[in-house]
């Protein structure tokens, strides 16, 4: 038996395109320019799938979706728009659209969806939705191609508890995902607790995240809740997990494998109702293989991978981020704009520091300058003080001193205005400490009495090395040449 489509748009070149797609797919189509004749049809019970654009000559369909919803809540609606704003698929996915696809979209992917739909005999009533309106700030910007598979997934995710992990270059905006999944989730009524692995010493990193006991060690003086405690009914973030120490990762494993865990110092199993969202810049294969990350946890976060494009990857979105930092001036700035050109300019430019980088800009821009415009000239001198830093994006290899000189350069501007935290000189040297070791235990197939004399220590500053980095050692046999 056919099934019959009802096709909403007011674009008529839209409505023949697909009507003619879907026809020839063995549809029939029952298409229209206003939303009157499509609610005219749905009152009446017919259709099997109703595909709409959301602004329509005579209103938007997210103001009768809510009708259909509660009229015909089997019948799924797939939702278009040239929009394109994070917002716009949340709004969509909070009004029950089985399916948000921003315009342009592709065809085939069209009768995909469409496909999907008619091929899910029944759908389970979803939960009631909010019933106030968003909030009119987007913790997200940017309509490019790259932008809309990131709003897609979220929301997708918002009414589950999955666990999310999300990768990406630093300055990417890892953290506003992580606030959005939660704030738009079904837990935004609980508290969003964030954690830096990278800002916090290696032997704390325990007591932070499970809390302690009274005289568990030196210096507790008292009880003292952790992360996991503090973010109990809500979001735990755990920021650059790349760089948890191994022994607190296996701590976390037991956590999401039991859904319990104990304080440092403590006995009585304390039960955990938290949503993990997990983010690092870094490679967590190659930590894998260098034996500085678990294999086991890395699959428990990596339940729903979220890559974070760099801000190269979207300079369509440039423009739409200027502005949205122009508006978040501090009240009684003077007004300023960005001539085109100069966004131009910002377009053709690498961003090795993405979004943050772009941001630090804006703000440089918007304080240093008293031209109510700002010009491509300036713009231009900006980005080329910019390049010349340790920073800038560099030019074919460079020696160990300079990665880290310029390594230590992105740290200080990702934090700027501010400092960076406390340990900054044993986080470096951590970093370039616990790969070099690793990668020589590797080349010495993991025999130890050879990699200590590559690295030139005692062999046991070597096994202290070890277990403070918590590295795993793989012996493998290695033909000799």
Not at 103 to 108: A, H, R, W
Not at 136 to 157: C, K, N
Not at 210 to 237: C, D, I, M, N, P
Not at 408 to 437: F, K, N, S, T, W
Request: proline share 6%; with cysteine; glycine share 8%.
């Amino acid at each position: 038996m056919s099934h019959t489509v009802l096709l909403a748009d007011d674009d008529a070149a839209i409505r023949m395109v697909l009507n003619q797609a879907l026809t020839r797919a063995g549809y029939e189509v029952r298409p229209t320019g206003n939303l009157s004749t499509m609610w005219n049809w749905v009152s009446r019970g017919e259709g099997d799938l109703l595909i709409t654009d959301v602004a329509m000559p005579d209103g938007s369909a997210f103001e009768i979706m809510p009708k259909i919803r509660k009229l015909r809540p089997d019948l799924p609606i797939v939702v278009m728009s040239a929009q394109n704003t994070f917002m716009t698929a949340i709004r969509a996915n909070e009004l029950g659209a089985y399916e948000y696809l921003p315009k342009p979209f592709d065809i085939t992917e069209v009768l995909s969806v469409v496909a999907r739909a008619l091929a899910e005999v029944s759908r389970p009533s979803r939960d009631e939705r909010r019933a106030e309106e968003p909030g009119e700030a987007m913790p997200l910007v940017g309509r490019s191609a790259a932008m809309q598979d990131i709003y897609r997934a979220l929301a997708r995710l918002m009414q589950t508890d999955l666990t999310v992990m999300i990768t990406g270059e630093s300055g990417t905006g890892k953290e506003l995902v992580a606030r959005a999944l939660h704030d738009f989730g079904k837990r935004r009524n609980g508290p969003f607790v964030a954690i830096n692995m990278a800002a916090i010493p290696r032997d704390l990193i325990e007591a932070e995240l499970f809390g302690h006991e009274k005289g568990a060690f030196t210096g507790a003086t008292a009880r003292s809740s952790g992360r996991f405690e503090q973010a109990e009914g809500g979001t735990l973030f755990l920021d650059e997990i790349g760089d948890m120490p191994m022994e607190a990762q296996t701590r976390l494993l037991r956590v999401l494998q039991a859904g319990e865990y104990t304080m440092v110092g403590g006995r009585t199993p304390i039960r955990s109702n938290v949503r993990i969202v997990a983010a690092t810049h870094r490679d967590l294969g190659q930590l894998i293989r260098q034996g500085l990350f678990r294999e086991d946890l890395f699959y428990r976060l990596n339940v729903v991978p979220i890559r974070l494009p760099p801000l190269r990857e979207r300079v369509d979105d440039i423009g739409d981020l200027v502005q949205h930092f122009l508006r978040a001036a501090p009240p009684g700035a003077e007004a300023k704009t960005i001539a085109p050109e100069a966004i131009r300019v910002m377009q053709a430019y690498s961003w090795p520091g993405n979004v943050r980088e772009l941001e630090n800009l804006v703000r440089r821009l918007s304080a240093l300058y008293a031209d109510e415009v700002i010009s491509a000239e300036i713009v231009q001198n900006e980005l080329a003080i910019a390049d010349r830093s340790p920073a800038g994006p560099a030019a074919g290899a460079v020696d160990l001193s300079t990665a880290v000189e310029a390594h230590l350069a992105q740290v200080l501007r990702e934090h700027a205005p501010d400092l960076p935290p406390a340990g900054l000189y044993q986080r470096v040297l951590d970093r370039v400490e616990a790969p070099l070791i690793a990668m020589v235990l590797n080349a010495c197939g993991g025999n130890q009495i050879r990699a200590a004399d590559v690295l030139g220590v005692n062999r046991n500053t070597l096994r202290k090395k070890i277990r403070s980095h918590g590295i795993e050692i793989v012996r493998q046999s290695r033909r000799q040449g």
